[in-house]
C-alpha cells in the first residue's frame, strides 16, 4: 500500500449495527411512561456505573437514547457473520435487562407485570426508531457516488430485507419505507435521509469515512440481518474497486430519479414488478425493483468470480449470492411463501395470513405484527424458531460468548479488555470507540485510530500491564 491508502482489491471492511428499541409495560392497571421502564431497565447499570451510557467487556456500546429508546451498538466487526453475533448478543442483553426490570417493577406495583423489549421501527402512535447500518468505506468514494450506486440497491434490498409492517394502507415489505425522505444528507431531524453523510469516521479521517446506512428495518432473522450485510459489503466493494481506478462505477447508470417515491412504491408491491423512473435520460423506461436487484447480484457474482480477496471469508460471499439468487427466483416466480423460513416479511406475512383464514380481525392482526417484534415477552417469532421454522447461521453457543467476549481481531478487544480489566480495578476511567482513560494520580489516555488493530499500541500494552499490578485507591 501507497501513501496510507488501499490497493484496488483491498475490501477490508469494519461492521456494527446500532439498534433503537421500544418499550412498554403491561398489567400495571393503566398507561406506564416509557420513560420510566427504561430507567427500571437502567437501573443495574446507574448503582454500577452512574450512567446510563456505558461500554461493555464485550466492547459493545449500551446507552439510553432521546425518547427513552435503550440502544445497543454492537463493537467492531471484520465480517457480517461477527457481526450478526454480536447483534444477538445485545438482544440477549436488552432481554435480561427488561427481565430484570420486571421483577422490580413487580415488587413496587404490588402486581405481575410484563417489560415489553420491541426490535422493529414504529410505535402505535407512528413515532419511527432506527437501525444503523455502519460499514468503514475508502475515503475516495465520492459521496455522490454513495447515491447514485448504492441507494438504489437499498431501496429495492427490502424485497429481501425487509421486516415487513402492517400499515394503514395495507401490508407493506418495509417498517422504514414510509418515514424516509432523501437518499443522502446529514441532516437527521429535519429530515431522513437513507444514507447520513455526518462524517464521523472513528478511524483515520484521511482514509476512511463511516457509511451511516439508515434506511434499514430491525430484522428479526438472524439470517436476514446477515444478508444485509454481506449483499451490502459485496456492492461498496464494487464502488470502492471502480473509485481506486479512477473510474466511473457501471452501478451509477441506476441512479433513481427519485428515492424517496421509489422505497415507498417497493414497499407496497411485494412481487417486485413496481417500474422505478431512472435518472439516466437514456433509461427513461425504467427498471423493476426486482430488475434492478437482478442487475445488483449480476455485478456482485462477477466480482466474486474474479476477486480472490474480497474482504470476507469466501464462503460467507459464496453463501450470500446463493441466497440473494434463490430470493430472486423465488420472488420472480411469485413462490415468496418459499422466504418464510429466513426473510421476515414472508415469515410475518404467513402468520397474518393464518390468522386471517381463522376469521380473526384487525385488531388481532396488529396485535400479531408488533408481537413478531417483542423480544422479551412475545410469542409468535420465539413459536416460529422453536417449530424450526426460522433459519440461523449462529448458534447459541456462539451468542452466549459475544455477550462478554468482544470480536478478537480488531479494536473492539482492546477496548474490551481494557473494560473488563478497569471494572475490577480501583481507579476512575472513561472510554469511547478510540479513546481510553485511567484517572486518578497517573491519569493515562489512550488513543486508539485503527479499527483494525487488535494488538493496540505500546501505550496501550503498558496501560493494561498497569491495570493488572495497580492497588492504589480511587483517586
Known amino acids: 500500500m501507497a501513501d ?4 484496488d482489491s483491498d475490501f477490508r471492511r469494519i461492521f456494527g449495527i446500532e439498534t433503537e428499541y421500544g418499550l412498554s409495560l403491561t398489567g400495571a392497571g393503566g398507561p406506564y411512561a416509557a420513560g420510566r421502564v427504561a430507567m427500571a431497565m437502567f437501573r443495574p447499570l446507574i448503582e454500577k456505573h452512574g450512567s446510563t451510557n456505558i461500554y461493555l467487556p464485550n466492547g459493545a456500546r449500551l446507552y439510553l437514547d432521546v425518547g427513552s429508546h435503550p440502544e445497543y451498538a454492537t463493537a467492531e466487526a471484520r465480517d457480517p ?24 417493577l413487580s415488587e413496587n ?15 402505535a402512535q407512528g413515532h419511527a ?16 457516488m454513495i447515491g447514485a450506486c448504492l441507494v438504489p440497491f437499498l431501496v429495492t434490498r427490502q424485497l429481501i430485507t425487509g421486516a415487513g409492517r402492517l400499515s394503514p ?19 437527521t431531524t ?5 444514507v447520513n453523510t455526518r462524517d464521523e469516521p472513528l478511524a483515520d479521517p484521511e482514509r476512511w469515512r463511516r457509511l451511516h446506512v439508515i434506511v434499514g428495518d430491525t430484522n428479526r432473522s438472524p439470517l436476514a440481518t446477515w444478508f444485509k450485510m454481506a449483499s451490502t459489503h459485496l456492492v461498496l466493494n464494487l464502488v470502492e474497486q471502480a473509485c481506486r481506478q479512477g473510474r466511473r462505477p457501471d452501478l451509477a447508470d441506476w441512479a433513481l430519479a427519485d428515492p424517496g417515491a421509489a422505497v415507498r412504491a417497493v414497499s407496497r408491491d411485494r412481487t417486485g414488478r413496481v417500474n422505478l423512473e431512472l435518472e439516466a435520460s437514456t433509461k427513461t423506461a425504467g427498471i423493476s425493483a426486482l430488475g434492478l436487484q437482478e442487475a445488483y447480484w449480476s455485478a456482485c457474482k462477477a466480482l466474486v468470480d474474479q476477486q480472490e480477496d474480497i474482504g470476507i471469508d469466501r464462503s460467507q460471499a459464496l453463501h450470500a449470492l446463493q441466497l440473494w439468487r434463490i430470493a430472486l427466483d423465488a420472488l420472480d416466480a411469485g413462490r415468496w411463501q418459499d422466504l418464510a423460513d429466513w426473510v421476515d416479511w414472508a415469515a410475518k ?27 422479551s415477552a412475545g410469542r409468535s417469532y420465539p413459536g416460529l424458531v422453536g417449530h424450526g421454522l426460522m433459519r440461523s447461521p449462529v448458534d447459541d453457543s456462539e451468542v ?39 484517572g486518578g494520580s497517573r491519569r493515562v489516555e489512550v488513543d486508539l485510530p485503527d479499527p483494525f488493530d487488535h494488538l493496540g499500541p505500546s501505550r496501550y500494552r503498558s496501560l493494561m500491564d498497569f491495570l493488572k499490578s495497580a492497588s492504589e485507591p480511587r483517586a
Open 4 to 7: 496510507g491508502q488501499g490497493t
Open 81 to 104: 457473520l461477527t457481526a450478526l453475533t454480536q447483534v444477538l448478543a445485545g438482544e440477549r442483553i436488552m432481554t435480561d435487562l427488561a427481565e430484570h426490570a420486571a421483577r422490580y
Open 109 to 123: 406495583l404490588g402486581r405481575p407485570v410484563e417489560v415489553h423489549v420491541f426490535g422493529n421501527n414504529v410505535d
Open 129 to 144: 426508531f432506527g437501525c444503523h447500518e455502519n460499514y468503514l468505506l475508502d475515503r475516495r468514494v465520492p459521496l455522490d
Open 169 to 187: 394502507d395495507g401490508f407493506q415489505l418495509s417498517q422504514r419505507a414510509d418515514f424516509l425522505d432523501e437518499a443522502v444528507s446529514s441532516a
Open 190 to 194: 429535519r429530515a431522513r435521509p437513507m
Open 349 to 375: 406475512l404467513r402468520l397474518l395470513q393464518g390468522l386471517s383464514r381463522r376469521g380473526a380481525g384487525r385488531d388481532l392482526a396488529q396485535a400479531l405484527d408488533l408481537d413478531y417484534h417483542d423480544l
Open 400 to 438: 452466549e460468548r459475544a455477550m462478554d467476549q468482544p470480536p478478537e481481531d480488531t479494536r473492539a478487544r482492546l477496548r474490551g479488555d481494557f473494560v473488563r480489566a478497569a471494572d475490577r480495578g480501583t481507579r476512575t476511567w472513561s472510554c469511547d470507540w478510540s479513546h481510553l482513560v485511567l
